[in-house]
Each structure stands twice: as structure tokens, then as C-alpha cells.
């Protein structure tokens, strides 16, 4: 199915082409949203969100030819049906490498992974090696529980009021992952955020949820990968932190780490032209 759509980050707006498609693998259809030409990109979304958090980056290909951009809805996610079988970061990884042995085949290619994404990422650049490009990964799940190395202040700035008048579980969720409790964080979390988070299957995601890690880091299964590689963590992040994160830069030579302050856990919502100024940095690297 092709339509034509406008897709628009939290400034400037790109026209394109927009091409949906699913793709059966492993008993599970991926349905995707595609953007412009060339080579390939493959963005991942985190846990019980969908394809719309990562649109944001978006503009940053607007001077930028020659990238063909596939942003999937995870099973279970978005417009995505869930697995046939039991959810978990294996599975979604079979899902999700099936489909791109189907969909880009051979091609060099880069991936973009954000959050339980980032974690799906790794494991394709350990999976198909030297033919991927490089990677970004955006607030990466490296660790959980736990385990994790939180810190100890999340919020930068709040507007109780604001609080007051949302719903309960929009809410928590909105305090949870953004570290501006404001007016004009709220209406991107509207628009990036809360669509998916109430289009998820909840009970795949109590699934997944109890399944969450690979049992091995994918790096650790794999030589050092000497591609182009990006890193954004935050200093607010209450989900996953950022000196976790840190510890990837070993297996990764070529890996440019940002930590931003005054951000959570969807910097590329939150602090969006911030990201997208390292972001195409990044996609500068990769053409080389």
C-alpha cells in the first residue's frame, strides 16, 4: 500500500512518499513505514511504543539524498500484530533480523535502535557483521533491574498544575520518561509518545517485559565492529541511565558518545534539534 504523506519532526516538515508494507517472518507480520531512496536504514522503536517516537529525526534527512528509511513497528507494536509464539528480546530479535534478510537482502545498510531498540540493534550489527554500516543508538537498554545504574534526579523542570489536570496512566508515563514536566513537553509526548503507548498488545508486553534481556550481550559474541557508530544517553534518563551505556564504547572504535543534560528517556522527542545536529554528524560519517 503507498499513499503520500507529510512527515514532520519538531521543526521544519519533509514531504515523501510513504510506503507501508508487512512482511511475514517467523510467524509474526512487520509493518513498516518507508521514506525516500537508496540506501538502506533500519530505525527500531523501544518497548510498547511505536515507529511514530523516532519521527523526529526525520528532518535531518531533508539535505540528505539518498537514504531509504524503514521504521518498523515491532510485533505487538503499532500496527503490528504480535509473535505466534511467546514474546521475548530473542524472538523480536529473530523477528526482527528475518525481516531484514527479506527486506534488504544483501545491501549494506545502517540501524537506528532507541531504548529496548537499541538492545535489537546491537544484536543486528552483531548478526550481520561487516555489512552494516554503522549504527546509532539512541538511550540503548544495556542493562535492567536491578543492575541498572540510575541517577538519583530525573526532572529538570515541573509544572504541577500541568500534572494535575492529565490522566493518571498518561500521567506516569509522562514522568517517567521526560524530564520536562511542561506545557510543550507534553504536547510532543502527545503527539511521539502516548500514540503508541496505547496501541501496544498489553499482554505481549507483560510477556516480553518478563523476557526482557538477551542472555548474552550480542557484543560479546561478536568481534569489534569498526563501522560508524553513535551513542546518545541523558542525565535525566529514569529508564535506563547513562554510565551503563558507556561500557559499549569498548567493543565500538569508531562510536561518537553524547550525554546530554536536561533530557529523559526520548531525547530525540525532547531534544530533538540537539539530536538530529549529532545524528547527521553521524549520517555524514557513514557516506565518509
Given amino acids: 500500500m503507498t499513499d503520500k504523506t507529510s512527515a514532520t519532526g519538531t521543526t521544519g516538515t519533509t514531504s515523501t512518499t ?171 509526548f502527545e503527539r511521539y509518545v502516548r500514540p503508541g503507548w496505547h496501541a501496544h498488545d498489553q499482554a505481549a508486553a507483560a510477556e516480553l517485559e518478563a523476557d526482557f534481556l538477551l542472555p548474552h550481550w550480542p557484543e560479546h559474541r561478536a568481534p569489534q565492529h569498526r563501522g560508524h557508530h553513535l551513542l546518545v544517553t541523558t542525565r535525566q534518563d529514569a529508564l535506563v541511565g547513562w554510565r551503563d551505556q558507556l561500557a559499549l564504547l569498548d567493543h565500538y572504535p569508531r562510536m561518537a558518545a553524547t550525554v546530554l543534560d536536561g533530557a529523559g528517556h526520548n531525547p530525540q522527542v525532547e531534544a530533538a534539534e540537539t539530536v538530529r545536529s549529532v545524528f547527521g554528524d553521524w549520517l555524514d560519517a557513514l557516506r565518509g
Fill in 18 to 188: 510513504d510506503t507501508t508494507g508487512t512482511t511475514d517472518t517467523t510467524g509474526s507480520a512487520i509493518r513498516h513505514t518507508a521514506f525516500g531512496d537508496g540506501t538502506p536504514i533500519v530505525l527500531i522503536h523501544g518497548y510498547t511504543l511505536d515507529h511514530r517516537v523516532l519521527l523526529p529525526l526525520e528532518p535531518a534527512f531533508a539535505d540528505r539524498p539518498g537514504w531509504q528509511r524503514l521504521y518498523l513497528d515491532l510485533p505487538g507494536h503499532g500496527t503490528s500484530p504480535r509473535l505466534s509464539g511467546p514474546a521475548s528480546a530473542g524472538a523480536l530479535v529473530e523477528a526482527v533480523t528475518g525481516w531484514i534478510e527479506e527486506q534488504v537482502g544483501g545491501r549494506p545498510f545502517a540501524v537506528v535502535g532507541q531504548s529496548f531498540g537499541g538492545q535489537l540493534a546491537r544484536a543486528v550489527t552483531a548478526r550481520f557483521g561487516e555489512q552494516v554500516l554503522g549504527s546509532a543508538l539512541l538511550v540503548p537498554v544495556v542493562r535492567w533491574g536491578a543492575d541498572r545504574a540510575l541517577p538519583e534526579e530525573s526532572v529538570v523542570e515541573r509544572d504541577e498544575d500541568l500534572l494535575a489536570r492529565l490522566p493518571a496512566p498518561d500521567r506516569e508515563l509522562f514522568r517517567y520518561v521526560m524530564a520536562r514536566h511542561t506545557e510543550e513537553s507534553w504536547e510532543l
